[in-house]
């Protein structure tokens, strides 16, 4: 069969769904759902097939927001403002990629430079985040579907409607 050329058309199968393609940083503020105090996500994307999610994290507070640990890598790029773990010596500043390797244990914190207007952080989270007190034992975790029900109950009571989270999942 050398030097013949098939040409075979590609055809779309079917039952795709389409991609996501959404603002990253909405004029509508109800999009951000509230994670605690002063501090949101705004998802952008929920992989129920392999379990992750990406969205932005903003912060407008200082201190400590979580001790927590992942078991699937976490890449992560700083938008706006800086972070960092206490665990470490480096920044996570603005135009900063970040790569979590799992199994690692770290305590993000926001300074009150950033605090004082915000911090705004793209996440890719592979798996869950498994939260921890201070001796290292598990007090909650987040997981693909966890985060879908939290923009659900937000999006109901803000009313977008609890379908408006729909169009993040695939």
């Known amino acids: 069969m050398s030097g013949t050329q098939f040409h075979v058309p590609v055809i779309q199968h079917p039952g795709i769904t389409p991609e996501v393609v959404v603002d990253g940083i909405p004029a509508d503020e109800r999009v951000w ?21 990406c969205n932005l994290l903003r912060v407008r507070r200082s201190g400590v927001l979580s001790r927590h640990i992942h078991p699937a890598p976490v890449y992560g790029y700083v938008i706006k403002g800086s972070w960092r773990y206490l665990e ?10 970040v790569f979590e390797p799992p199994g690692e244990i770290h305590t993000l914190t926001v300074e009150a430079s950033s605090a004082e207007d915000e911090m705004i952080t793209f996440f890719n989270v592979g798996g869950a985040m498994i ?14 579907f966890s985060k879908i029900e939290m923009c659900r109950r937000h999006y109901t009571e803000v009313g977008l409607g609890g379908d408006y989270v729909d169009q993040f999942m695939r």
């Open 33 to 53: 759902v509230p994670q605690a105090p002063n501090v949101w996500f705004r998802p952008l994307f929920f992989n129920r097939v392999a379990g992750g999610w």
């Open 131 to 144: 939260y921890l007190d201070e001796a290292g034992r598990q007090i909650g975790y987040e997981d693909v």
């Open 88 to 97: 470490h010596d480096w920044v996570a500043s603005a135009g900063r990629f």
